[in-house]
């Protein structure tokens, strides 16, 4: 396979491993007792009896074709289930995953206004060794894949993928955990192109915009991979992200929930007690190497979790910085110097919106501009807030602090000088002061 399609490989494998386990990774513990909850594709037996689940994913992208054939190179990401028993010590059983990849190559122009089918065919098996069994049972899926040239000048293509649980498991009143042995778990699809590059659906150009808007996705989420502006490498994923997602550098292993802050659950990890380490050990051999690798941590390298500022510049937001719609500052400490510059004043500051003026206590509708790196600012937009302050950085540009109008936690936040931060050109002035 190519290298473009690799470098995705670190988020990808976050995002196949998103959720495996949660702190504080022991078997015993709740919360891991109900596991792989993103990308799971169940046999369609089990997924028209009703449970809430499905056996397919639907994902459309844009190519824009160069002036030769494109060629696509697919590779689909899954776990397998393996059940793990007959252990001795404090787990006896679990429920561990295998790693699958499925690769093809195939010319964009077999697939145009035609399907092709890539199989997908997963033996089971069963192993002993050493007292302990682990068994797998097999899967069967496909990935259908198809394209369409687009009306217009601009010669875009609309890709379509689907992969599809084809497995003949039938029994649809089975228990969710007896299911997803015959699933494909966290499925994930990666796409790279040669002679071509595919268009961001989170922030096309203006052009493309209303073909981005049609594209139809369903329990997926494409979005652009790899160095910032390179456009042949898009990941389709199980969860929301932001194009061009990285790993911070600072992250210096899995802790199986890729959009928290690693310092948090590292220091939480240290504090479990011994025999808490030793259930965690015994639970999966994934979270034995997550425990050694937090108790040999260097003091030096525990520093460098505490946090990197780099969403200040135009470099993309990583799993360990603060997400640039919120903001926390200690109260009753201003981030300016009253006494070096008393014509800063958030309290009574204000900036002009569309002829009207906007301060704190103005009533405005949130309309978050598409360049936003959180890709779930979009819930935000249509809602309606009130500025609790107008404030200027050091480079002039201006910043408007709010609350959301009937969140049950505004107090809190503004208790803790928690806001949401927009730009002027993103609110819309809907006069009044509360």
Not at 71 to 99: C, K, Y
Not at 356 to 379: C, H, I, T
Request: proline share 8%; charged share 25%; with cysteine.
């Amino acid at each position: 396979m190519s290298a473009p399609i690799d470098i995705a490989r670190g988020v990808a494998d976050a995002v196949l491993y998103e959720g495996y386990l949660l702190y504080p990774y022991r078997a015993s513990s709740r919360k891991n007792q109900v596991r792989w909850q993103w990308g799971v594709l169940v046999p369609p037996a089990y997924a028209a009896a009703g449970h809430g689940e499905h056996a397919t994913s639907h994902s459309e992208c844009l190519l824009e074709p160069g002036t030769d054939d494109p060629v696509l190179h697919i590779r689909l990401r899954f776990l397998q289930l393996q059940h793990r028993s007959s252990g001795d010590g404090p787990v006896p059983e679990f429920d561990e995953a295998v790693e699958h990849e499925i690769d093809s190559v195939l010319p964009v122009s077999d697939l145009l206004d035609t399907e092709q089918v890539v199989p997908v065919s997963v033996p089971g098996g069963t192993e002993t060794s050493e007292g302990v069994t682990r068994q797998r049972w097999p899967l069967r899926g496909e990935i259908r894949l198809s394209a369409r040239r687009l009306e217009g000048p601009y010669g875009v293509l609309q890709l379509a993928v689907e992969v599809v649980n084809t497995g003949q498991w039938d029994e649809p009143e089975a228990e969710r955990q007896l299911a997803l042995r015959h699933s494909l778990i966290a499925a994930h699809t990666v796409l790279a192109v040669t002679n071509g590059e595919f268009i961001s659906l989170i922030d096309p150009p203006e052009w493309a915009k209303p073909a981005a808007e049609r594209c139809r996705n369903e329990r997926t989420w494409p979005v652009m991979v790899g160095e910032v502006g390179r456009r042949d490498v898009i990941l389709i994923s199980p969860i929301i992200l932001y194009d061009y997602p990285v790993i911070a550098p600072e992250s210096p292993g899995e802790l199986f929930d890729g959009t928290e802050i690693d310092e948090i659950l590292t220091l939480r990890t240290m504090t479990l007690t011994e025999e808490e380490k030793a259930e965690v050990r015994a639970t999966d051999e994934r979270a034995r190497k997550l425990i050694d690798r937090i108790d040999t941590m260097p003091p030096e390298m525990l520093d460098k979790l505490h946090g990197a500022i780099r969403y200040l510049s135009e470099t993309p937001r990583t799993r360990d910085e603060p997400d640039p719609i919120e903001t926390i500052t200690t109260p009753g400490t201003p981030w300016w110097d009253p006494a070096a510059d008393a014509s800063v004043d958030p309290e009574t500051d204000s900036v002009t919106i569309d002829g009207v003026e906007v301060a704190k206590g103005s009533q405005v509708l949130l309309m978050p501009g598409s360049r936003r790196a959180d890709a779930q600012d979009m819930f935000l937009e249509g809602l309606t807030a009130t500025v609790a302050a107008v404030l200027l950085d050091v480079d002039g540009s201006t910043h408007v602090a709010v609350t959301i109008n009937d969140d049950p936690g505004a107090e809190i936040s503004i208790a803790h000088g928690r806001f949401r931060y927009f730009a002027p050109e993103e609110l819309k002035p809907l006069g009044g002061q509360s």
